[in-house]
């Protein structure tokens, strides 16, 4: 399947979730934020084959509240619908204030203990993730989402 005829719905379906992503971040901040000048990551997860329920449950159970916790602003998870790489593929998009903010917060989320330990033992039967690919975004000027 195109990579195209993927991202394009996952763009359409994203702008809708502006207002989410601001409640979580004044959530977080405890303070409403003028500045809606976010950069968006859109990060694609390829898994070992019959590891995809696996990785599903370390995010539902584990990897979000680390996320959150690192200042990270989840928008959304998706999953392909159809094809051959619907077995063992995860598209996720979280913001982050910046691309320093970026860093810091996945450098905090890494060196995490409580993370490495779970990381850890999701690994238990072998590793999850197979490749994982990273693309930066942000909004265009005449994106609803901004």
């Known amino acids: 399947m195109n990579r ?9 379906i ?8 601001e409640k979580e971040r004044d ?8 500045s809606n000048n ?8 390829t898994t070992h084959p019959g590891k995809l329920d696996d990785l599903h449950n ?14 990270m602003v989840l928008v959304g998870y998706w999953i392909l619908d159809e094809g051959i790489e619907k077995e063992n593929t ?9 691309r320093p903010a970026s860093k810091k917060s996945w450098a905090a989320f890494i060196e995490d203990p409580e993370w490495k330990k779970v990381y850890e033992e999701s690994r238990g039967n072998g590793p999850l993730v197979a490749n ?15």
């Open 14 to 21: 994203f702008s809708c979730v502006n207002k989410n992503i």
């Open 4 to 12: 195209i005829a993927i991202i394009l719905p996952l763009l359409v």
């Open 58 to 71: 370390r995010f539902r159970k584990h990897t979000n509240r680390f996320f959150v916790k690192h200042g």
């Open 38 to 45: 976010f950069i968006y990551e859109m990060r694609t997860y």
């Open 90 to 98: 995860l598209f996720y998009i979280i913001a982050h204030e910046d």
């Open 132 to 146: 994982i690919k990273s693309q930066f975004m942000k909004p265009t000027d005449y994106s609803q989402l901004k």
């Open 27 to 34: 959530a977080r901040d405890g303070k409403a934020n003028t």
